[in-house]
């Protein structure tokens, strides 16, 4: 009963204002009103859903033990070929499985706008990205939702740290606890996994990412990682796949429910956009998780553009779980 008690009592205030610092940013920096609504989704794009698929799984599960979809750049669908990593929107990605979520945010105006590199994505963390997770957490309460923040761009007219202005989002619906927890506990939760550091405790635990390899995070969690992200050109996307195969062969044999494992299929430079790594390593990807060892754990698979090239990924993700 402890694990009930404990996110109460190291609960924070909750920022009235962090909306309205939203809405002042993007008329201010950007000369444009802010969106607060996500277009209605489009429910045939992937034909079969998944939104309460979490709730066959044992409670009992450690959800570092458990094969989640994801997706890399989760809100980058603006800005063109070099950009963009999704057509899908955050609440069609949810309602469809993805459970892990990689949110970039520009720190700006005391609070936090979504960008890919200097590219920002028209929506804001606050309404745009933390209330569509709740709303569908409300709605589906056997879920839980991994998001991984980092912080992107520049920063510009702060009078706060990039942690405090994300302790000013926090509420009520965020599972802030270092370690890992198992799925009962979590439930109806976001879990936060910070790409930056923070003397704020409890804020979630800490990745300390490597550049463009495959490495071992060990803070208050272990993780062992996959980012190969530079793929230089079309000819380098076999080199990408060796790496996400190599972590793919790492989790089908570790042993410790503790260790998250996270792969990304992402990867690009100005010789390889987004769109085209995915539309090598996706179909790889997926003919692993359909034809191998189907029972067999997989950890985290952060995806590019997971609702193309090859037939419901996120399907053959979760349905190892079941096996």
């Known amino acids: 009963m402890l694990f009930l008690i404990i996110p109460i009592l190291f609960s924070f205030p909750f920022d009235d204002n962090i909306l309205m610092n939203e809405e002042i940013a993007s008329i201010k920096y950007y000369d444009q009103r802010l969106i607060t609504k996500q277009p209605k989704p489009r429910y045939q794009i992937l034909g079969d859903q998944y939104p309460d698929w979490l709730g066959k799984v044992d409670g009992n599960k450690k959800i570092n033990s458990i094969s989640l979809p994801g997706t890399h750049e989760t809100c980058a669908r603006h800005g063109g070929d070099a950009v963009e990593c999704q057509t899908l929107s955050l609440e069609e990605q949810l309602l469809n499985g993805v459970r892990v979520l990689d949110i970039r945010c520009r720190h700006i105006n005391n609070c936090f706008m979504i960008h890919h590199d200097m590219v920002y994505q028209e929506l804001s963390f606050g309404s745009g990205v933390r209330d569509v997770c709740i709303k ?176 419901n990924l996120i399907y053959h993700v979760i349905k190892r779980n079941y096996d």
Not at 154 to 179: A, K
Not at 187 to 207: C, D, Y
């Open 136 to 311: 569908f957490l409300q709605d589906h309460l056997t879920e839980f939702i991994y998001m991984v923040v980092k912080e992107e761009y520049n920063s510009e007219g702060n009078t706060r740290t990039f942690e405090e202005t994300m302790q000013s989002y926090v509420n009520d619906y965020f599972y802030l606890e270092e370690g890992s927890p198992i799925l009962d506990q979590v439930r109806g939760k976001i879990v936060l996994l910070r790409r930056f550091r923070s003397s704020i405790t409890p804020l979630g635990n800490e990745l300390s990412f490597k550049d463009n390899c495959i490495f071992t995070s060990v803070t208050t969690i272990t993780a062992r990682i996959q980012d190969y992200y530079q793929v230089a050109t079309l000819f380098d996307r076999p080199n990408k796949w060796s790496k996400v195969n190599q972590l793919l062969s790492e989790a089908k044999s570790n042993t410790d429910e503790n260790e998250l494992f996270m792969n990304f299929g992402s990867g690009a430079t100005m010789w390889c956009y987004p769109y085209s790594t995915a539309a090598y390593i996706n179909p790889l990807i997926g003919n692993y998780l359909e034809y191998s060892q189907s029972e067999a754990y997989v950890g985290t698979i952060m995806f590019d553009f997971i609702n193309k090239y090859y037939g």
